[in-house]
């Protein structure tokens, strides 16, 4: 049995050598995704890039943007396509150096620790000296700077979190503020082998745990939770949060014992919530103006919340938001008024549900890592900043406390992700494109990113090269032996970057003389801790089991036990309700303490008299983000040949559209088409369309997408002067028929392809 692993799950395959005929799940996975049957129908799809392309301009009249993303591509042979762009390094780093190379290269590539396609470019651009890099991620980027100020960083939070065991043990009361979504947690970096967050949702269910969904979608929980559903106006969060803390405070039921101990700030906070700073009390008929919960509902809930054990969590979806930080602060500061951080099934989490990492108890070792190498230089952009950096060279921005200038770059190398998927105002990020003399992408796809390059160059798929892979927290490391040979004239990542690190004089740097099954052997090997079979009994064996120490983790246990001898990692040792360092930093929209700060885009700003709908991009159900959106399983989800866009039956009603009909979603930056699905489970006045269908501007009005991709309609607007993290969730928009004849998608084919240059391969 050979079985494969991708961020989605493990599976078996049935394969004739070039072709997978079958996948089944893994038999070890209790709930198996559907997902697995994307990987087979897309191998082979037409949309694979079959060979290295050079855009016509380019290869022509030699690096500049004009043309980029319009002209078609000239094949062209392997030899000549690495000459070209070896010569091309070349020149820009000799003359301008490291800081004239973008190698953020942010995305999620494949499954599988060698192969990993950002380690690998990154490994490469460190031999010829370093690149400017990325920080952050698109998944984390409020959290990854704010937590470190209140609670802990969010690597040491998502180790730590709580076990889901115990919590479907211990926890009278879940309340989840965007759910604990059985969509996302299909989906874990690196790999997820077993799923179990419907059986763990039940489980505590069946025990009597009660649960209440904060979302504007009913299905953001599992049924199995029978749950409560409250459907606040999206991005209001942070008032109902406010309010509760005022009913906790007001009523007494705050613990001002743990309070006192455990953390600083907190009169300041309250202060804020009881109106002593600027004269509004946030009570809940304050919190009802803005969020539509009836202020009863939000008084009782806080009863509740005070009355067992309970948890709080907040999915990573109400930080992907512009002030996303604050609702994010706020859980952790009504978990700290309840007083159960540290205590089992109670207190604090973020992201169960959003990931199936969270809530996995911590292995007792890391995987293998491939080595990186050392950057020469320390430049660096905040993830989402990628079309500011590219339009505004020489300006400066903060972050976190720093100020900071954009880099010049000149070269943009993108290997394992895709930003016309994952960033905003896709027009804007299309004209920040066309700034660099060269743009160069490996992918296996023929993405919008590819369509948007120079140098196009094919990239096998994971079940096209060995390699072994693991996820993030999950104990199964597992071998996955090729299990076909590429398509067409794909090779590995690996294979490519030593070709050109050869011709750049830095071959032997790159690869230290390694081919990939040497490699393999040797990660392993350096790995290896103690007791863990040899590499080649791992690789016989199929798989291992890396051991879990303590499967009944709780949060902060150790930091309740004795907060002096375990202190947290803030500059206080303590969680910080009111941050000196945040407030120091002087920011209007990330102040010392959180608050409710109204965004540009909800449904109480003015521009929603015109924009009446808030658009929720979140994640899609039926893949990962755009990986393998040709695939027959995210094919089935379509309405109409396009994204579905659910609408309550109401909204529905109000445009005259019924399911199955193609609109037109619009607002001041663009419009995509979509096919309408009409759903009682869609709060009103919201309209959902999932990220992750293809971009596809129509040749005649390139503003309208034509395959309802949301990222034409949202901001690229950081969610603070803090972070400068994503906050592609939320936007507002309108939604009308489409009256005109309908364009058909043309991104389930290859662009225009010239077949000038001699293959030779
Ligand atoms: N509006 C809105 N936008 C969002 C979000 C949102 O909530 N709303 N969410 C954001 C989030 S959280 C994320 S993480 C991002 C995701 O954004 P990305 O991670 O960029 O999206 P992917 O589609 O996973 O892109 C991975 C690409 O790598 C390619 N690939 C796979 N394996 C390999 C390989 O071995 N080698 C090479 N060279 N390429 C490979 C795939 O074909 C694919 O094109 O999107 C963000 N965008
Ligand atoms: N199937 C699938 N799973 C995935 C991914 C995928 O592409 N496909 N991507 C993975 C990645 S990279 C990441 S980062 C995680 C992301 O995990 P999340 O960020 O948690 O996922 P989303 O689907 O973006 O959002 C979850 C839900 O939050 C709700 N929500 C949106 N705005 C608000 C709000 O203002 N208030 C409240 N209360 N709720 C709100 C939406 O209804 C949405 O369905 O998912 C991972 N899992
Ligand atoms: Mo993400």
């Given at each position: ?33 559907p ?9 082979h799809?037409?949309?694979r ?37 070896a ?13 004239g ?57 998502e ?40 059986s ?34 999206p ?90 930080e ?24 973020h992201?169960?549900?959003?990931t ?87 992918d ?24 072994f ?40 740097d ?43 983790q ?43 700060l ?13 924009l ?25 989800a ?5 994204e ?24 001041d ?67 009308e ?8 998608v ?16």
């Open positions: 049995m050979t079985l494969h692993l991708a961020h989605w799950g493990a599976f078996e395959a049935e394969s004739d050598g070039y072709r997978l005929t079958a996948v089944r799940p893994w038999a070890g996975d209790p709930e198996p995704t997902l697995i049957e994307n990987v087979v129908s897309a191998q799809h037409r949309t890039v079959d060979r290295p392309y050079v855009r016509r301009g380019w290869l022509e009249r030699g690096p500049g943007g004009a043309g980029r993303g319009d002209e078609e591509f000239v094949a062209v042979s392997w030899e000549r396509a690495l000459d070209l762009l010569a091309e390094l070349g020149r820009v780093y000799r003359e301008r150096g490291p800081e190379v973008f190698g953020g290269s942010y995305g999620w590539a494949s499954a599988g620790r060698f192969h990993h396609a950002q380690g690998q470019l990154h490994r490469f651009l460190n031999c010829l000296g370093g690149y400017v890099r990325s920080v952050n991620s698109y998944s984390l980027g409020a959290a990854e700077v704010l937590l470190p100020h209140v609670i802990g960083g969010m690597g040491w939070l180790r730590a979190s709580t076990a889901k065991s115990v919590i479907a043990e211990h926890t009278d009361l879940v309340v989840a503020f965007g759910g604990i979504s059985p969509k996302n947690s299909v989906v874990g970096v690196g790999g997820a082998a077993r799923h179990d967050t419907v763990w949702v039940g489980r505590a269910r069946a025990r009597g745990c009660r649960f209440v969904s904060i979302s504007p979608l009913r299905d953001d929980i599992p049924e199995q939770a029978q749950a409560e559903w409250i459907a606040p106006r991005g209001t969060d942070a008032a109902l949060m406010a309010a509760l803390a005022q009913v906790l405070d007001a009523e007494g039921l705050a613990d001002r014992a743990f309070l006192d101990r455990y953390t600083v700030g907190y009169e300041r906070f309250i202060a804020y919530v009881r109106g002593d700073s600027d004269g509004v009390v946030k009570s809940p008929e304050w919190a009802e103006a803005i969020t539509e919960v009836p202020a009863a509902r939000i008084r009782e809930l806080a009863r509740e919340m005070a009355a067992g054990r309970t948890l709080i969590t907040v999915s990573w979806s109400l930080q992907r938001a512009r002030h996303g604050q609702p994010l602060w706020l859980g952790v500061v009504l978990a700290a008024m309840l007083g159960q951080i540290g205590l089992p099934g109670g207190g604090f989490g992201g169960y549900g959003s199936a990492a969270v809530g996995e108890p911590a292995r007792a070792h890391s995987v293998p890592r491939f080595p990186q190498g050392r950057n020469g230089i320390d430049r660096f952009i905040p993830v989402a900043r990628i079309a500011d950096m590219l339009l505004c060279p020489g300006e400066s921005f903060d972050y976190d406390g720093r100020r900071l200038r954009y880099p010049d770059v000149e070269l943009v190398y993108w290997c394992g992700g895709n930003p016309f998927h994952h960033h905003q105002d896709l027009a804007r990020l299309r004209s920040a494109f066309t700034r660099p003399a060269t743009v160069v992408v490996h296996a796809f023929w993405t919008a990113t590819a369509r948007h390059a120079d140098i196009v160059l094919p990239a096998t798929m994971s079940v096209e090269r060995e390699d892979g693991a996820g993030q927290a999950d104990p199964l490391l597992l071998a996955m032996p090729a299990l076909t040979r590429p398509h067409g004239g794909a090779r590995d990542d690996y294979v490519i970057f030593a070709e050109l690190a050869e011709r750049l004089g830095v071959g032997k790159f690869t230290e003389g390694r081919d990939t099954g040497q490699w393999l052997r040797h990660l392993y090997e350096q790995w290896r801790p103690a007791g863990v079979p040899g590499f080649d009994e791992f690789w016989r064996r199929g798989s291992l089991e890396i051991a879990v120490p303590d499967r009944e709780v949060l902060c246990a150790d930091f309740r036990a004795d907060p002096d001898a375990a202190p947290l990692s803030t500059p206080s040792g303590r969680i910080e309700i009111f941050s000196e360092v945040v407030a120091g930093f002087g920011y209007a929209d990330c102040p010392g303490h959180p608050v409710w109204a965004p540009e885009e909800w449904l109480g700003a003015p521009a929603a008299q015109r009446p709908l808030q658009l929720v991009a979140n994640q899609p159900r039926a893949k990962l983000h755009s990986q393998l959106d040709v695939g027959a399983h995210s094919r089935a379509k309405v109409a040949g396009r579905a866009l659910r609408l309550h039956p109401s909204e529905a009603a109000a445009r005259g559209v019924s399911t199955g009909d193609v609109v037109r979603v619009f607002n930056r663009g419009a995509c088409l979509a096919g309408v699905l009409v759903d009682e489970a869609v709060r009103p006045g919201v309209a959902q369309l999932s990220t992750g269908s293809w971009y596809d501007p129509d040749p005649a009005d390139p503003s309208l997408c034509r395959h309802g991709n949301p990222n034409v309609l949202t901001a690229d607007r950081a969610a603070s002067s803090l972070s400068q993290g994503c906050s592609g969730q939320l936007a507002l928009v309108q939604v028929r489409y009256a005109g004849v309908l364009p058909e043309s991104v389930d084919r290859p662009p225009a392809l010239s077949a000038c240059g001699a293959p030779d391969s």
